[in-house]
């Protein structure tokens, strides 16, 4: 008989239960795990001390070599916190690693990197390819490992979003 996993202890009610609940603490561990790398490792490429929705917003914003406006950058990252992101935008704004340049010919704004920005977040792929990318490939078959996880992940989202519509409509605790 397999040994329980110390996250099985009395957290579920079924084997299922305790699977899904080692699943979600993993997923904890991972987030936090890598924030730090994030946050450590862009901190070494800025110089400054800034929070991991910044760096990641930082990234997004120079991904595809356009500009994205703030609902863009929620829709990306899976968030409904816009006046949050505005916040971080403007951190990165005055940080000099974004600029607010008007989106078409309306009176919207979105944010491009700057060169100061692009230096930054190529500085950062440096970092993280020289200690990083390497650990990654030592791993059996990590591409295919990654896509297949990728794909979960998609699919667990999306369980998860439905999941949390629901739980919108309860109103009272579950008896």
Not at 34 to 42: A, L, N
Not at 140 to 157: A, G, H, N, Q
Request: hydrophobic share 40%; proline share 2%.
């Amino acid at each position: 008989m397999k040994p329980k996993c110390y996250l099985e202890m009395d957290i579920g009610t079924s084997v299922f239960d305790n699977k899904v609940s080692d699943f979600e603490w993993s997923l904890v561990r991972f987030y936090e795990a890598f924030s730090r790398f994030v946050t450590e490792t862009g901190s070494i490429s800025l110089g400054n001390d800034l929070k991991l929705s910044e760096h990641l917003i930082l990234h997004i914003v120079r991904m595809q070599g356009r500009a994205k406006n703030s609902a863009t950058i929620a829709r990306l990252m899976n968030r409904d916190d816009v006046p949050n992101i505005q916040y971080s935008l403007r951190k990165l704004e005055t940080a000099g690693l974004i600029a607010k340049v008007r989106d078409g010919k309306s009176n919207q704004f979105a944010y491009a990197v700057t060169s100061q920005g692009q230096m930054a977040a190529s500085k950062y792929e440096d970092i993280k390819a020289a200690i990083l990318m390497d650990r990654l490939q030592e791993i059996d078959k990590v591409p295919d490992k990654l896509d297949t996880m990728t794909r979960f992940l998609s699919i667990l989202t999306g369980v998860y979003e439905e999941a949390a519509r629901g739980s919108a409509t309860i109103t009272s605790p579950l008896a």
